[in-house]
């Protein structure tokens, strides 16, 4: 009997080790999962700091190549005011350029950050189904439900 009793013990002992241990394993991957996101972040700030430091350069190398060139003409003042026009016009498109460019890192980032979720939720399983699917299960449920809505409200 008393070996019945260390045995359950033990027994218990160890389911208690297994769980705390895949707690911890899910922990360890949310982490990480958290971590690989950090890092992700940390180096598009990284890229876009140098870029905006080659971009300033480019532009104070063309601002100082524009003076050379024409400090020395005279201009009148409609001239002046078409130059100053065709400066801002560059510097808008290249403004312009420079948001776009943002935009679509910030874009690959979010990608990156759903790919991670995506990755999380397909691992997680709640009543035999993983996350994932129960997400985009309901998604398309509510695409669904709104086509008919919509559908209703034409025949009406």
Request: with cysteine; hydrophobic share 35%; proline share 0%.
């Amino acid at each position: 009997m008393d070996l019945q009793k260390t045995l359950s013990g033990l027994q218990t002992d160890k389911e208690s080790a297994e769980q705390a241990l895949a707690g911890a394993k899910e922990e360890l991957g949310k982490a990480q999962i958290e971590t690989e996101i950090v890092l992700a972040q940390r180096d598009r700030v990284v890229a876009d700091t140098e870029k905006t430091r080659l971009r300033l350069e480019r532009y104070v190398a063309h601002a100082e190549e524009l003076y050379q060139k024409y400090s020395s003409v005279a201009v009148t003042s409609r001239q002046a005011e078409l130059f100053e026009e065709v400066l801002k016009a560059r510097n808008e498109k290249e403004e312009l350029r420079y948001e776009n460019e943002k935009l679509r890192e910030e874009n690959s980032t979010l990608r990156l950050i759903l790919e991670k979720a995506e990755e999380f939720m397909r691992k997680l399983v709640v009543n035999g189904r993983n996350l994932w699917d129960t997400f985009t299960d309901t998604i398309r449920m509510g695409a669904a439900e709104d086509k008919i809505r919509d559908w209703c409200d034409l025949e009406g």
